[in-house]
């Protein structure tokens, strides 16, 4: 049995400012690491500590891992000032990921807010690599300004493969898409409903609005999948800090279908 406590170290071989504060880091771990989309990481600073995040790159490149990190604490504040060649740790994967074979035959329609969209881009990835297993893919991603949105030049190219909407709270004068929150870019989705499955990725304000709206439009909450990245810490159920009802969100998730989690108080906390 593989060891949970194992680090793997990984050399950054490319830094990517993506926004003022969030960058991908790719990395280059010293043997090949796989996960599943969706699964999540433990990334560790040497000397400083460690942080979970999920892998925002293509899983089928084995070589390489991508982490999309926004700058909000200390290790994400060091990894922000780490250079290129910098030896960084990383220990997993851990945690379901998403259950892709329930998405085959349906629409799947992916809504992701601000950092969320990183999770969102390695399903991307995978869903595109293989189109005709899914009836549609479609894309709604929202953010605060258009200086805070994610991969700008990937959401060009998936404009040109699936649909793709998005949003942002406060426009400028270089904006001229939508302007106000994602569930405002939710309406008429243009999809078979009952046979659809909608995936969430994003703060959980925004999280909680998105499902009430997608349980407005019809969807099913066992339809409705949640990435619940809610205060991990240790990666396998040890300290206790993402527990969410009966559940460990770093064991038992950080994947759930709405279905799971609808009648717990805390779920958006």
């Known amino acids: 049995m593989k060891n949970p406590y194992q680090v793997i170290e990984a050399n950054i071989f490319k830094i990517i400012d993506e926004t003022p504060n969030i960058k991908t ?66 220990r997993g994967p851990f945690g379901n990921g998403y259950p892709l074979q329930k998405f085959e035959g349906k629409d799947v329609l992916i809504i992701g807010g601000g950092v969320g969209l990183a999770p969102l881009r390695s399903l991307l990835y995978t869903l595109l690599a293989h189109p005709s297993k899914y009836k549609r893919i479609l894309l709604r991603y929202g ?16 404009q040109e493969k699936i649909d793709v909407l998005t949003t942002v709270d406060h426009g400028d004068e270089t904006w001229a898409g939508n302007v106000g929150v994602v569930t405002t870019i939710l309406d008429d989705p243009d999809i078979d409903i009952a046979q659809a499955a909608a995936v969430i990725c994003g703060p959980p304000i925004m999280m909680k609005f998105v499902t009430l709206r997608l349980l407005d439009l019809g969807f099913k909450p066992e339809s409705i999948y949640l990435s619940m990245e809610k205060n991990m810490s240790c990666g396998f159920g040890k300290c206790g800090h993402c527990r969410l009802g009966n559940f460990y969100v770093c064991k038992d998730g950080p994947v759930f279908t709405y279905e799971k989690l609808k009648g717990l108080p805390e779920i958006w906390d």
């Open 25 to 90: 880091f790719v990395l280059v771990p010293e043997q090949p690491l796989s996960f599943k989309t969706g699964q999540f990481m433990e990334l560790t600073v040497p000397g400083l500590g460690e942080a979970p995040f999920t892998p925002s790159g293509d899983l089928s490149k084995g070589e390489e891992l991508e982490f999309t990190v926004m700058k909000v604490g200390l290790v994400t504040d060091a990894l922000h000032v780490a250079k290129v060649d910098e030896p960084l740790g990383l």
């Open 143 to 158: 953010a605060r300004t258009p200086e805070d949105l994610l991969y700008k030049e990937e959401l060009k190219q998936w």
